[in-house]
């Protein structure tokens, strides 16, 4: 059955798109007619050398792309693009904005109540002290700097300072636990890092310094340390060691200067921008490392910035003076992007806490506030305020707001329900799914087409992804099977490799494996009829009954309908020879799971999927594990229903409640 059609974009917003604008300006200078968007796609990957010339070119891209486009551009892994190119990935952003120097680039606020506004002019001014003082602090080139900061203007600064002058710049979030900072960190050897004392979560202080001053201790590389005090430490925490203190309890480490000193000390210098190659080394970022040490994935400068014009340009219609959110931790690849948006001339929009303050509605005040234009979220923050009640378009002006993305998780046709009935009706609600992995999107928005109940909108210029069988067969749009999300071209945010593995056997074994040269990305699901995706769960997750695969997402669109579920996860188990379906169910308060619950769960997914989705066993849990950026873990929680070790546990935000699931009475029979 062919989705619900939930929203067409107007005539004047698809003429005024800047996707619309791009496509005018091939058609003329290469004859192409590009009768429809499917048509632009298949031109972008038979012309892939040409169309990121195009997509530099429109972007205003600063710097030289060289005349050779790729070296060994049919390899996968091996392709080098654009081997002559020489680029700043800051000095993209920092000149994104032609206009008004005192208009907002940065606007913060926290969930405690502090407020800061950073014009154009004083991120320049600040970029560039910033700079300055990792040069002085001996960052050259090719060094590694770190941070441990929440999503604050002072972490835009230092990573623009950092990239500004060839350094490669690595981020964890503050509530992350020593070792799993460590398990990063470690493999990445950072000579500067950047900390904070403290932060609020749930209305909660959390003293941040004894953990860092643990960390530092345990990384010889450092040869400096810059911590950012929280303007609310003062009245908000209690009483706490005072910094020399805590330097003197850790013994022999690297000193720590405060923020304002690291910035204050150092020599003034204009803004200046050291140009890479384009394969330089960007960022370094990480897999979420709950089956073992993280992967610490190394995106090339070029790569990166390429892929971010085209994804807020071309399919976020991101414009300058528009205002973008997006709610993320330092530690999700999600920050990388927001900040990215500064390239168009946008502002962007940071908050740091729980995104359910204020009774859920703090987003949403601060994107009224703000006029946010693009607000972006997780499927999992737009489930839970449906089931919290949450309805903004009843109380908030949002006439401002045009596109809301979601990522993390597939996100349930209910949820797009909501979004359309309690948020905005005319709003262009982009689903998309890509990652850490690859820097970008493989299924992305598209401001020009439809949005479909429950689909991602299409499949991202310049990326050849395909659903395949396991006899590497093509999937065809609109065919009831499922496959695995591949990509079959080379595309320029490929990672350059991972830490400490030098001839690629780690690169290659996680991504190139199942596909000899072709990317499997790990994504079981399918091409709907509309040409849309529709992720269904991780394919390395898909539960196997019988034989049969079983995507869990389809499992939690049922469940989650279901009033009493706060939230589901559900696991194959092996028992008996075979494997059975085994769901878990967090419930509102006070109400525990009976008999007529778990009847009732079951008739609701065999109702709506088959009898093969419908679990052996419904077993009720206080919480469900998740990493740090919000995506519930199946395989840890399979690995504790086995009884076998989670490897890093670190990598969780609750990893305490993976003892909910151990050694579970009813899992025996």
Not at 62 to 86: N, S, T, Y
Not at 106 to 116: I, P, Q
């Amino acid at each position: 059955m062919k989705a619900e059609k939930l929203w067409q974009p107007s005539a004047e917003r698809i003429a005024s798109a800047r996707l619309t604008q791009f496509t005018h300006e091939l058609r003329a200078k290469y004859e192409q007619s590009f009768p429809d968007y499917w048509s632009l796609w298949r031109w972008s990957l038979a012309n892939k050398e040409v169309f990121w010339r195009e997509v530099w070119r429109f972007c205003d891209g600063i710097g030289e792309l060289g005349e050779r486009v790729a070296i060994d551009g049919h390899k996968m892994p091996g392709v080098q693009w654009f081997p002559d190119g020489r680029l700043n990935f800051a000095e993209n952003l920092l000149h994104g904005f032609e206009g008004d120097e005192e208009l907002d680039a940065l606007v913060f606020t926290n969930e405690a109540g502090e407020h800061r506004r950073v014009s154009w002019r004083e991120l320049r001014a600040q970029v560039a002290a910033c700079a300055s003082a990792l040069k002085q602090a001996g960052v050259s080139e090719g060094d590694v700097v770190a941070s441990l900061l929440p999503n604050v203007p002072e972490a835009a600064i230092a990573m623009l300072a950092a990239t500004s002058i060839g350094a490669t710049w690595s981020s964890a979030s503050p509530d992350f636990g020593a070792q799993g900072v460590l398990d990063r960190f470690e493999q990445i050897k950072p000579q500067v890092l950047f900390v904070v004392d403290g932060y609020f979560y749930n209305g909660k202080w959390t003293d941040t310094r004894e953990r860092v001053a643990d960390i530092v201790t345990r990384l010889p590389s450092l040869s400096e340390v810059v911590c950012v005090v929280s303007a609310n430490a003062v009245e908000a925490a209690p009483p706490r060691t005072p910094l020399a203190q805590v330097e003197a309890n850790r013994g022999k480490a690297a000193p720590t200067v405060l923020w304002n000193d690291f910035l204050a000390n150092a020599p003034a210098r204009e803004l200046a921008f050291t140009r890479v190659p384009f394969n330089h080394p960007l960022f370094i970022v990480y897999s979420s490392g709950t089956t073992g040490l993280p992967k610490a994935i190394i995106h090339g400068a070029g790569g990166t910035l390429l892929q971010m014009f085209k994804e807020h340009a071309l399919h976020g219609d991101l414009k300058p003076r528009d205002r973008l959110f997006y709610f993320s931790t330092t530690g999700w690849i999600m920050w990388n992007w927001l900040i990215a948006g500064l390239s168009q001339g946008a502002t962007c929009l940071l908050y740091d806490g729980s995104p359910f303050a204020h009774h859920g509605r703090v987003l949403w005040d601060f994107a009224e506030a703000e006029r946010c234009t693009q607000f972006g979220t997780s499927a999992k923050y737009i489930d839970a305020i449906k089931k919290l009640g949450v309805v903004p378009r009843r109380t908030h002006e949002l006439a401002h707001l045009r596109t809301i993305y979601s990522t993390g998780s597939p996100l349930s046709p209910e949820s797009f329900d909501y979004v359309y009935q309690c948020v905005k009706t005319d709003v262009h609600l982009a689903s998309i799914s890509g990652g850490t992995d690859i820097m970008s999107c493989f299924a992305i928005g598209n401001p020009t087409l439809p949005v479909y109940r429950g689909e991602m909108q299409c499949r991202g210029l310049g990326m050849a992804v395909d659903v395949w069988d396991e006899n590497a067969k093509s999937i065809a749009p609109g065919s009831p099977d499922m496959g695995e999300l591949v990509c079959s071209q080379a595309f320029p945010s490929m990672p350059l490799g991972f830490v400490n593995d030098p001839d690629l056997t780690r690169y290659k074994a996680a991504y190139y494996e199942r596909f000899p040269g072709v990317w499997t990305h790990g994504d079981w699901c399918q091409l709907t009829e509309n040409d849309g995706v529709v992720i269904v769960g991780r394919s390395d997750a898909t539960l196997n009954p019988g034989g049969v695969r079983i995507g869990t997402a389809e499992i939690y669109r049922q469940v989650e309908t279901v009033d009493e579920v706060v939230e589901s996860i559900a696991i194959g188990q092996i028992f008996n020879h075979d494997t059975r379906v085994v769901l878990f169910v967090k419930l509102r308060d006070d109400i525990m799971l009976d008999e007529a619950l778990i009847e009732r769960i079951k008739q609701r997914i065999k109702e709506n999927t088959t009898p093969r989705h419908v679990p052996a066993k419904v077993v009720q849990v206080a919480d469900i594990p998740r990493t740090k950026s919000n995506k519930i873990v199946e395989l840890a929680v399979r690995d504790v229903v086995h009884g076998r070790v989670v490897k890093n546990v670190d990598a969780l935000a609750n990893p305490e409640a993976l003892e909910y699931f151990r050694s579970r009475a009813e899992l025996l029979s």
